[in-house]
């Protein structure tokens, strides 16, 4: 290596900008850095193989321990790895390290063996053979790396990293060498004496790792491929390691790739019946928890299958149908027919039954094959599974104890499973092969109740057919919750159950009686979801008159319901065949017209549209006479209410002001239906007037008594008395006063909100005051009755106004009014 020298100062050279001292650490530095780019630069050369520029590096004062500062690779494993023995002679000639392990712990041998160059893994064998059965992973705290040895910072470390493989820990070249299939450096590792007994951190021997999958870290997939045309050196390395005295490992707690997997997978056909007749053989698991039976399941390989299984028949001289472990289970407990019928591979369900698999043997879920089979609605397969004698036991309940013993962990039968997939093949033959028809769950649901809450029509009608002729029909029966499974469909919303339950004379009035759904209907339900397809259907229904306003435990209409989901379409078709929007419920008291201006946007324009709806013009245009006209007021008239024909509007009047429902009665359905009404209450409005003019010009001569007849000393008749007056005051002002506490409580909302309540509660109050009080009179009760008297003739412009004749002055009224205040 070269050292810097310090040349002597000269005469000439004492003028100059830098002394020689400082010239001489200047160079020392730059001879640091030099160093590093020659490593550098060797590192470079050995990555391309060129012996010549890495004698030239070496030359100029390159270490031959060049290495990575980041990963700590020197130049040796770079050459191991890429397989130059040239290379590796020349830097070993030179000086180099080659027991030295990277940061990962792995030596150049790994790597030549990794590579497979016999050349170059024999050289380091005869330079260093002490790391024949040094392990990968174990760094020793001492392996430090000197600073002249080291990269400069420029140089690429991921690109050296991504080259060297991942090993796992504990991994010999002799691992390694099985790993990549390498005959010829496994041959040479096992002449020089390697130990074919060494195992890895997770206890694999090398004969273990003769895998295709899982042999190396999951950092570096592409590495752990083993191409095709290998295939036929698997056999060969197995053979080598075996007559080596290399035996299978026992150990089955790590759950690791075993030979017989890679052998499946990799289609050795000569492979499988050496590695099962080889001693201590065991269907071993790998990190999965999948033995071999099941990784032939999940890649669907058939042929190695039945060599597999042909192989254990001839191995143990045992009949077919008594294979050891033919039932072995994964993590899951699954076994190989399991997965069969789950992935629904119908040749490997065939082998497996053929081979005498159980049928009744459960997976930690509880289901045996019949189960699965039902679950996944594949015919031909429970067909097949069926056709085994012991398979009936599983979907025949004979006796009690066999009824409960086939329930998997959610206590479900085979016939659930099959109704729950909506296939009615596999429930034919299920009831074909025995099954019980009138199955429950533990909440005493039946196979109705699971057909109709999945939306199976085909599987409905065939249990209805098969059930025909029972004294209680199932579609009658309820839960525990006291649904049928009427309400199930309509609660889910599948329409074509529904219909093939009413079609078969199921009751759509029958209600729930659970706690908080106590007496709800079907359409109820239906309501409360939004499936108006539903509601249609059941308000097609000849019952359909006796469920539209039906009320649950609190009260509760199915347009309760829909008003409070916002439901547009439900609405809709409830109120055109006759639902209450009067309807109020129990404690709340709200009716469902407040619902829906609650709940609905723009609900003036959504209840004109429904307005629009029973208007009905027959063909001829509306300026021919023979245009008729017909007008449907059910909606404001519910059917059960006739007695009550206000109710409706009253609701609308009562939800408040602030979506300006008063605009609805211009619409025409509410003007003729207010038109219908006055003719037949006008006769009431003229009494009801009648009585405050009454009490109008009895109050007003009262007044003038009191401030006029006393002052000006006038004689008046003695039946124009005060007492006789105030006796007449209170008596029609006793039935004003009545007739607006009816009104207030039919309309409590609406009336507090509205200017006239007020200003006929000030009048009555006020002249009541002024009536009740005695002859002693004072400015104050002048001030009152002055007010009383303007308020009670202001009071009869808005009776007045009630007759459609007359409502014009109270508008022209208050115009002239705000003019006059402006």
């Not at 249609?536 to 009260?555: Q, R, Y």
């Not at 007739?739 to 200017?755: G, N, Q, S």
Request: proline fraction near 3%; aromatic fraction near 8%; include cysteine.
């Amino acid at each position: 290596m070269l050292k810097p020298t310090c040349v002597e100062e000269d005469e000439n050279t004492s003028g100059t900008w830098m002394s020689m001292t400082d010239t001489c650490k200047y160079a020392f530095k730059r001879l640091d850095r030099r160093q590093r780019r020659l490593n550098t630069e060797l590192l470079k050369s050995v990555e391309e193989g060129d012996v010549a520029k890495v004698i030239r590096c070496l030359e100029h004062g390159a270490s031959p321990n060049a290495t990575c500062a980041q990963h700590k690779i020197t130049a040796s494993h770079v050459a191991a790895l890429t397989g130059n023995h040239d290379i590796i002679m020349v830097l070993w000639n030179q000086g180099a390290d080659l027991k030295s392990m990277d940061l990962e712990g792995r030596t150049p041998l790994h790597l030549a063996t990794w590579h497979g160059n016999v050349h170059c893994v024999k050289k380091i064998l005869d330079a260093v053979p002490e790391t024949i059965n040094v392990k990968a992973g174990y760094v020793h705290k001492e392996n430090h790396v000197v600073r002249e040895d080291l990269d400069s910072w420029n140089h690429d470390h991921d690109f050296t990293k991504i080259k060297v493989p991942c090993l796992e820990p504990g991994s010999t070249a002799l691992h390694v060498a099985c790993q990549k299939l390498h005959v010829e450096c496994m041959k040479l590792l096992l002449n020089v004496g390697a130990d074919y007994e060494s195992r890895d951190r997770i206890g694999m021997t090398p004969l273990d790792t003769i895998v295709k999958k899982n042999s190396v870290s999951q950092k570096k997939q592409s590495n752990q491929t083993v191409g095709r045309g290998h295939y036929w050196q698997f056999l060969q390395v197995f053979q080598i390691l075996t007559n080596s005295g290399a035996k299978l490992s026992l150990n089955t707690t790590n759950f690791r790739t075993t030979p017989m997997h890679t052998a499946m997978m990799l289609h050795q056909m000569d492979a499988i019946p050496t590695i099962a007749s080889a001693p201590r053989f065991i269907l071993g698991s790998d990190h999965t928890g999948a033995s071999p039976l099941h990784f032939a399941v999940t890649r669907r390989l058939e042929l190695p299958l039945r060599v597999l299984l042909q192989s254990s028949i001839t191995t143990v001289d045992k009949k077919f149908s008594d294979i050891t472990d033919i039932d072995i289970k994964d993590f899951e407990g699954n076994t190989p027919l399991h997965l069969a019928v789950t992935s629904q591979w119908r040749p490997g369900v065939g082998i497996f039954l053929e081979a005498g698999a159980d049928t009744c043997e459960k997976n930690a879920e509880g289901a045996t094959v019949v189960h699965l089979a039902a679950e996944i609605g594949n015919n031909d397969i429970l067909e097949e599974i069926l056709n085994v004698p012991e398979s009936k036991c599983v979907s025949f309940f004979f006796f009690f104890f066999f009824f409960y013993l086939f329930r998997d962990l959610h206590g479900e039968t085979p016939m659930f499973k099959a109704v729950a997939s909506r296939n009615a093949a596999c429930v034919k033959l299920l009831l074909d092969a025995g099954a019980r028809l009138r199955q429950v769950r533990a909440d005493k649901s039946t196979l109705m109740h699971a057909a109709a809450q999945s939306g199976a029509h085909q599987v409905l009608q065939e249990l209805i057919r098969r059930d025909h002729n029972s004294r209680i029909p199932m579609f009658e029966m309820t839960d525990s919750r006291g649904m049928t499974p009427l309400h199930l469909a309509c609660g889910a919303g599948h329409t074509l159950c529904a219909n093939v339950l009413m079609a078969s004379g199921c009751s759509i009035n029958i209600t729930l009686n659970l706690e908080s759904h106590t007496n709800c209907t079907p359409l109820h339900l239906a309501a409360a979801q939004g499936h108006h397809d539903i509601v249609d259907l059941l308000l097609s229904s000849t019952e359909a008159s006796k469920m539209i306003n039906s009320k649950d435990v609190h009260g509760c209409t199915p347009l309760h319901l829909a008003c409070q989901k916002g439901h547009r379409e439900c609405i809709r078709r409830l109120l055109l065949s006759g639902a209450d929007l009067s309807a109020k419920i129990k404690r709340k008291r709200i009716t469902a017209m407040e619902l829906l201006f609650r709940n609905i946007s723009q609900p003036i324009v959504f209840l004109e549209s429904i307005l629009d709806s029973h208007i009905a013009i027959n063909e001829y245009s509306l300026n021919d006479p023979k245009c008729l006209i017909t007008v449907d007021y059910r909606v404001l008239v519910p059917r059960d209410k006739c007695n009550k024909q206000m109710k409706v509007m009253d609701a609308l009047f009562d939800t408040g002001m602030s979506s300006d429902q008063e605009c609805l009665v211009l619409h025409p359905v509410m003007e003729s239906f207010l038109f219908l009404k006055w003719r037949n209450w006008r006769t009431w409005f003229f009494y009801s007037l009648f009585v405050y003019l009454t009490f109008l010009i009895g109050f007003t001569m009262m007044i003038i008594h009191i401030y006029f007849t006393n002052e000006k000393q006038h004689t008046i008749v003695p039946w124009m008395s005060r007492i006789n007056l105030k006796f007449f005051v209170f008596i029609t002002l006793s039935w004003l006063v009545s007739v607006e506490v009816e009104y207030a409580w039919r309309l409590p909302r609406y009336y507090f909100v509205d200017l006239e309540s007020w200003l006929k509660w000030s009048s009555y109050i006020l002249s009541a005051t002024v009536s009740g009080m005695g002859e002693d009179t004072g400015d104050w009760h002048r001030l009152m009755s002055s007010v009383a008297i303007i308020m009670v003739w202001a009071e009869l412009m808005f009776q007045i106004s009630r007759n459609p004749n007359w409502g014009f002055y109270i508008n022209m009224f208050s115009k002239v009014a705000m003019n006059v205040c402006k």
